[in-house]
T-cell receptor
Framework: GDSVTQMEGPVTLSEEAFLTINCTYT??????LFWYVQYPGEGLQLLLK?????DKGSNKGFEATYRKETTSFHLEKGSVQVSDSAVYFC???????????FGQGTRLTINP | DAGVIQSPRHEVTEMGQEVTLRCKPI?????LFWYRQTMMRGLELLIY????????DSGMPEDRFSAKMPNASFSTLKIQPSEPRDSAVYFC?????????????FGEGSWLTVV
């Protein structure tokens, strides 16, 4: 079946550090890939997405590249801020299907 | 544009009581989803609708849960009777089939505590 695996959390970094959150997937069809972010006490917000191989999604300084050869969609940011502290979810949806499949989430804490 | 709107944002209720969660999807969207988030199980799809018709309710945990979508701008998720293990965040989400990228947009969630 379809699944998403994220790196285990929690992740704690200092402000201005480089961030990578790994995400790999298994898909029975051709997926679109997403990163959602959940700030404390809030709902899920779409952070970025990519719909085909080699596409790069970007938003708020975050980037992720759809790598079909490695079935990965790792999230990166060059210099994190305290305000980036949140839970990050990698997700996929197969074209033609309706179910969004989520990873388990990675809690990120940025210390000043 | 207004996003997905859910109410109530927070609810505390006693075991055995009926709970009704409400959702207004983004205007023009033809799919509506109900998800549940818990620490133990993460994000689970409970049910989804297409053009107000329930398509897949295989994620609904048991008969105490029911969902309706009487029109394109409103849906409810009802729990009767509620139990402490139903405590979770319930998200409503919607999407438009014709939009590129299959993006699903989520509401702020209804944070339910059953005591």
């Amino acid at each position: 079946g379809d699944s998403v695996t994220q790196m285990e959390g929690p992740v704690t970094l200092s402000e201005e550090a480089f961030l990578t959150i790994n995400c790999t997937y298994t898909a029975t069809g051709y997926p679109s890939l997403f990163w959602y972010v959940q700030y404390p006490g809030e709902g899920l917000q779409l952070l970025l997405k990519a719909t085909k191989a080699d596409d790069k999604g970007s938003n708020k300084g975050f980037e992720a590249t759809y790598r079909k050869e490695t079935t990965s969609f790792h999230l990166e940011k060059g210099s994190v801020q305290v305000s980036d502290s949140a839970v990050y979810f990698c997700a996929l949806i197969i074209q033609g299907a309706q179910k969004l499949v989520f990873g388990q989430g990675t809690r990120l804490t940025i210390n000043p | 544009d207004a996003g997905v709107i859910q109410s109530p944002r927070h609810e505390v209720t006693e075991m055995g009581q009926e709970v009704t969660l409400r959702c207004k999807p983004i205007s023009g969207h033809d799919y509506l989803f109900w998800y549940r988030q818990t620490m133990m199980r993460g994000l689970e799809l409970l049910i989804y609708f297409n053009n107000n018709v329930p398509i897949d309710d295989s994620g609904m945990p048991e008969d105490r849960f029911s969902a309706k979508m009487p029109n394109a701008s409103f849906s409810t998720l009802k729990i009767q009777p509620s139990e402490p293990r139903d405590s979770a965040v319930y998200f409503c989400a919607s999407r438009f089939q014709g939009a590129a990228g299959n993006t699903i947009y989520f509401g702020e969630g209804s944070w339910l505590t059953v005591v």
